[in-house]
């Protein structure tokens, strides 16, 4: 029955990760080109004493990047476990940037071992139509090109700067385990900051849909004419010319997700999210699954709410309920981060 519905979908065939990582910059998200000096990292330490029953410390670090004479600056906060051992992470691109945030329980995160890097993405560029603030202030001066980055191409790139700034930290953080995750438009962008970046050992998106990890082709709710005449800004100019053209893309959603491999990723959709669409959520992880080393664990027909299928190296989970970040979500990731060995 998955076959007939994936056969139906008439997808793009894979290629090698980096021709998919190409079509995927050039035809979708854009390429954020400026050449970059070493970033600088300014940390304010222990900024909330006693966090997390003094388990951690809560930092304020400004990440400063320079290109071509010009400047920016971003502030992420680090939860960091200090008991002498080096634990997993995550770095989350997050809609806030209060710690703990509802959409980031801090505190469990820490007890179950994990200190976490977060970021919002409004402090890195505002998540709207004008391109002249942070990021995009330094990249574009008033010209983009057709294949010059979207928001969520900066967002992405930001998550790399945070993985630079964790290789400094190699004393606290086991750099064998970082996982980059997000929600919804940022899940999106962690997909992407995963597929590029191979110091992500993990990446979890939740909610992700539309462009993200759901398949284009075929998919039902959010389509790309919907969120390139609502979100132009998040996509590339070359996005646009897809809208109702679906099937004139040279790549579908799955060539995101297969450019993860071998290393692992997780999709969380959630049951009444009709919008995200969780069967082509599902689809895609199933198209991508051949590139993996242990591929995703097939049902015979499509999951039902609660279903969870974490021991391929492309895990899949369907929550009920709406679409949100929740704890439930938090703990399928760390379940599946435990299941492959990742929490020594
Ligand atoms: C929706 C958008 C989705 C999703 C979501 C979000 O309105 O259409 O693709 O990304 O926003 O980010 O909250």
């Known amino acids: 029955m998955l076959d007939t519905l994936l056969k139906k979908r008439d997808l793009p065939t894979l290629r090698p990760r980096g021709e998919m990582l190409d079509i995927l910059h050039r035809e979708i998200y854009g390429y954020v080109r400026a050449t ?17 029953a003094g388990k951690a410390t809560l930092n304020k670090v400004t990440v400063t990047c320079r290109t071509a004479g010009r400047e920016f600056s971003f502030p992420f906060y680090e939860t960091l476990i200090y008991d002498g051992k080096h634990h997993p992470f995550f770095v989350h691109i997050n809609f806030r940037d209060s710690v703990p945030d509802r959409y980031m329980p801090t505190e469990e995160l820490v007890d179950n071992g994990f200190s976490v890097l977060s970021f919002c993405h409004n402090d890195v560029t505002r998540d709207n139509n ?6 995009a202030g330094i990249l574009y001066n008033g010209s983009r090109r057709p294949d010059d980055a979207g928001k969520i191409a900066m967002w992405s790139w930001a998550a790399s700067r945070i993985m630079d700034h964790a290789e400094t930290r190699g004393d606290m953080l086991d750099l064998d385990c ?62 646009y010319k897809y809208a109702e053209h679906e099937d004139e893309l040279p790549c579908d959603q799955h060539f995101l997700l297969a450019a993860i491999a071998p290393r692992r990723v997780l999709i969380g959709s959630a049951a009444d999210d009709a919008w995200a669409d969780p069967p082509s959520e599902f689809l895609s992880a199933l198209a991508a699954s051949p590139v993996f080393s242990r591929g995703l664990e097939c049902p015979d027909c499509l999951p039902k709410a609660g279903d969870f299928l974490p021991r391929g190296d492309i895990g ?13 979500d938090w703990q399928r990731l760390i ?10």
């Open 36 to 52: 970059w000096d070493t970033p600088v990292f300014t940390v304010k330490e222990n900024i909330v004493p006693n966090f997390c």
């Open 130 to 135: 004008d391109f002249t603030d942070g990021l």
């Open 178 to 239: 970082a996982t980059v995750c997000g929600h919804s438009r940022l899940g999106k962008a962690a997909l992407l900051a995963a597929a590029d970046d191979e110091r992500f050992a993990y990446a979890y998106s939740n909610d992700s849909g539309c462009s993200g990890a759901a398949l284009s082709r075929g998919k039902s709710g959010e389509n790309i004419k919907d969120i390139c005449s609502r979100f132009p800004y998040w996509f590339c100019e070359n996005y």
């Open 316 to 328: 899949y989970h369907l929550r009920a309920g709406r679409h949100y970040f929740s704890r439930e």
């Open 335 to 344: 379940e599946f981060i435990r299941i492959h060995g990742g929490v020594k």
